[in-house]
């Protein structure tokens, strides 16, 4: 299961500094509108201390972490679903992504252009522009949909309810709200509701407010900012700090965030509101051949999660050897856990939680 975020944000509020952060892949980051005309992307690990610790355990040099892909998208502008800026052709790249990273610029500077010409910083009022345009692309996208639906629902009765669901999110949008219900449907759930279509507005938002090094621990500003965007989640991260993280080894790094009173980088702080916001998870196999982390959905059973490693481990699962990560490390050995009674035997109603480490057993 792979995992892709797209980064989106008006002009010049840091997104591609913050891509070329987290990512290393040295996109264009400049101050002028539309510096990112065709999308970037970079693919970064998961960082996960548990793969190093597994592979000294088992005695192996191939360690794969789970993966996250981060997509650059062009600044939109009020207008782009209508084609303004760079128009619809980059909403469609984020239609292809399971998230959205919105970067609002929260920081004051003189030197830094406003895409409407402005100097002032506002938020609230960025935040509303890209809502809007979201909006609208998905009303367009509903309306041209909807006729055909119709049709097909006069013979098929079972379309009568996701005709009845579009509609009202449609006018939910045009009311200017986004549907309340959306946030509380599982992906496969909201899926069938809208009938396949990849509206912008469905789409999980993680706000990552750009702040300056002083807003980095300014309770009161970043309490201020999350009650704008509640319930979504919101992270505040110093775009400028974050480039110079990526240059220093993990114990400078540490150190340097230490200094600004910070306890996680911007990169660890995303990953782990994407994996909160869209109920994710991961589990580790260990073992010579390699050690590996693997995400899944929380609440999956044992079965689909072998599945994601080849459909033939779910298609012919036996069962699975499952041992907590905290204690086979405690024990010191798989041999040692086995002999304590650590290792368990679980079947396929077995849910999977994420502290284990597993070996499964199928047949092909």
């Known amino acids: 299961m792979s995992l892709s975020i797209a980064i989106i944000g008006l002009p010049n509020v840091g997104k591609s500094t913050l891509f070329n952060a987290l990512t290393d892949a040295g996109a264009l980051a400049a101050n002028y509108p539309f510096a990112t005309i065709e999308p970037n992307t970079g693919i970064v690990p998961v960082p996960d201390e548990r793969l190093d610790v597994l592979a000294k355990m088992y005695q192996t040099d191939k360690v794969v972490p789970a993966t996250v892909e981060f997509v650059d998208v062009a600044g ?9 800026g760079l128009g619809n052709k980059f909403l469609a790249n984020i239609r292809q992504c399971d998230a959205i990273a919105h970067v609002v610029r929260a920081f004051e500077g003189d030197n830094i252009a406003r895409h409407d010409g402005g100097a002032a910083i506002s938020p609230l009022q960025d ?25 097909e629902a006069k013979s098929d009765t079972k379309l009568k309810k996701t005709v009845d669901y579009l509609t009202f999110v449609q006018n939910e949008l045009m009311a200017g709200k986004r549907p ?28 990552v407010f750009n702040v300056d090094e002083n807003g980095l621990t300014d309770t009161a500003q970043q309490e201020e900012l999350r009650r ?72 999956w059973a044992a079965p689909q999660a072998a599945g994601v490693i080849h459909t033939d481990f779910e298609k012919g699962f036996i069962a699975a ?13 798989e041999s040692a856990a086995r002999s304590q009674g650590k290792l368990r035997t679980e079947g396929k109603t077995y849910i999977m939680r994420p502290g284990d480490v597993v070996e499964f057993r199928f047949n092909v």
Do not use: M
Request: glycine share 6%; aromatic share 4%.
């Open 76 to 84: 939109l502008v009020e207008g782009a679903s209508k084609g303004e």
């Open 321 to 333: 050897q499952v041992v907590d990560y905290d204690e086979l490390i405690n024990a010191g050995s």
């Open 127 to 151: 935040i509303e522009i890209i809502q809007t345009e979201l909006a609208l692309a998905d009303i367009a996208t509903i309306e041209n949909h909807l006729p055909k639906l119709i049709k």
């Open 180 to 207: 309340e219900d959306s946030s509380t449907l599982t992906p496969a759930e909201l899926k069938e509701k809208l009938h396949d279509l990849d509206l912008l507005t469905a789409k999980p938002i993680i706000y």
């Open 228 to 299: 704008l965007v509640a319930p979504s989640q919101a992270i505040f991260v110093c775009a400028k700090l974050e480039e110079e993280l990526r240059q220093l080894s993990a114990v400078e790094a540490a150190e340097l965030l230490a200094d600004y009173g910070v306890a996680e980088s911007g990169l660890v702080q995303l990953i782990h509101a994407a994996y909160q916001t869209l109920g994710l998870q991961s589990y580790l196999t260990a073992g010579k051949k390699e050690v590996r982390a693997w995400t899944i959905s929380q609440g």
